[in-house]
């Protein structure tokens, strides 16, 4: 998943909607990158509903897009709403 900063937040974001999800490793750019910090998060390991994707601050020279999908199973109505409402909560959009 590229993003130009908002690795971090994104799988933060992530692993607080979907119940046994974690943040499991984090890197950060070197000292010395000409445009970031070492405080900045280059990359962001997690576990989400079972799977392991990364997270990476890549920069701006490819935009965010709808390149990945998530499946997730719900029981009830009541979960598939509440999970929705969660994702498109705070900015989030319908596409």
Same mark, same amino acid.
């Given at each position: 998943?590229?993003?130009?900063?908002?690795?971090?937040?994104?799988?933060?974001?992530?692993?607080?909607?979907?119940?046994?999800?974690?943040?499991?490793?984090?890197?950060?750019?070197? %000292?010395?990158?000409?445009?970031?910090?070492?405080?900045? %998060?280059?990359?962001?390991?997690?576990?989400?509903?079972?799977?392991?994707?990364?997270?990476?601050?890549?920069?701006?020279?490819?935009?965010?897009?709808? %390149?990945?999908?998530?499946?997730?199973?719900?029981?009830?109505?009541?979960?598939?709403?509440? %999970?929705?409402?969660?994702?498109?909560?705070?900015?989030?959009?319908?596409?």
């Amino acid at each position: 998943m590229w993003f130009d900063t908002q690795a971090l937040d994104a799988a933060t974001c992530y692993t607080d909607l979907f119940p046994n999800s974690v943040i499991g490793s984090v890197t950060r750019y070197p %000292a010395g990158h000409p445009e970031r910090s070492e405080d900045d %998060a280059l990359t962001v390991g997690f576990t989400l509903l079972g799977q392991q994707p990364v997270a990476l601050n890549g920069a701006p020279q490819f935009p965010h897009s709808e %390149a990945v999908s998530f499946m997730v199973s719900c029981d009830t109505q009541e979960e598939l709403d509440s %999970a929705w409402d969660s994702l498109i909560a705070d900015g989030g959009e319908e596409s």
